[in-house]
């Protein structure tokens, strides 16, 4: 009997072009992640759609997105040591 498997997208290979970002510049990043996460969940009366709401939500969609992205490599980097032990 075949082992189940889960169709996973090949990890990209990192282009040789492109710098890594400044710390400083990620860090940025994270913290309005974070400020938009902290709106989104602190207060009442939210209002997703005007004033301030729509730029919090693209920035709470946004961390989700980084999230994944690094979910999924921490998956494939998991699922390749697993496979070396083999």
Not at 15 to 34: V, Y
């Amino acid at each position: 009997m075949a082992r189940p498997t889960i169709a996973r997208p090949l990890t990209p290979a990192p282009s040789p072009d492109r710098a890594p970002q400044d710390p400083t510049d990620l860090l940025e990043n994270k913290l309005t992640q974070l400020k938009s996460l902290m709106w989104a969940c602190y207060g009442g009366g939210i209002d997703w759609f005007n004033g301030v709401g729509p730029q919090h939500l693209d920035n709470v969609l946004w961390a989700v997105a980084d999230m994944v992205g690094e979910a999924e490599a921490l998956f494939q980097e998991s699922e390749k040591a697993r496979n070396e032990k083999r």
